[in-house]
């Protein structure tokens, strides 16, 4: 018989650096996020050779993933979209002279988060309303009254309307 030989059990462990470098593992996505981070850091200088050092860090960067040589900024305010549009000739010259070839930026603003929070309710919670307030209570009885006195919804009103108590 033929076996398979047993792995070796003398091997080294390696960094954590080299499983992301490989081309295999997460090499891909550790090369993106470094040229994102290497752009981001040639825009702030651009932003702030134009005198917008300040907007920096209101500001997500990113490139069309069609390879048109088209930058995207995210922004989170208007104001902010409105004074990136009127400087972007001389942001894509800035950009040029740091090595970045753009033939366009387009300006976007994100998605506002809600100011709104989902609390739960105070008390138990497991409880559920006892019973119809007034306004639903009556409204159930005015029902009653148009059921023919042998129909099996009236009946079934009726159950409702016993098992239910008034708040």
Do not use: H, V
């Given at each position: 018989m033929n076996f398979a030989p047993k792995p070796s059990r003398n091997k080294v462990a390696h960094e954590?650096?080299?499983y992301l470098r490989d081309s295999d593992g997460l090499g891909g996505i550790l090369a993106k996020t470094e040229d994102?981070?290497?752009?981001k850091a040639s825009l702030n200088l651009a932003l702030i050779e134009l005198e917008l050092g300040h907007l920096a860090s209101k500001i997500e960067a990113g490139w069309r993933t069609n390879g048109q040589n088209e930058l995207f900024l995210l922004v989170g305010s208007a104001s902010i979209?409105?004074?990136l549009q009127q400087v972007l000739?001389?942001?894509?010259?800035e950009l040029a002279k740091k090595g970045y070839a753009c033939s366009a930026i387009k300006v976007r603003l994100k998605p506002a988060t809600p100011t709104w929070e989902v609390k739960p309710r105070d008390g138990d919670k497991n409880s559920r309303p006892r019973g119809f307030n007034q306004v639903a209570r009556s409204s159930w009885e005015g029902l009653l009254d148009k059921l023919a006195p042998d129909s099996d919804l009236r009946k079934a009103v009726e159950r409702l309307l016993q098992s239910k108590p008034k708040q």
């Open positions: 954590w650096l080299d994102l981070a290497k752009l979209a409105s004074r000739p001389s942001l894509i010259n």
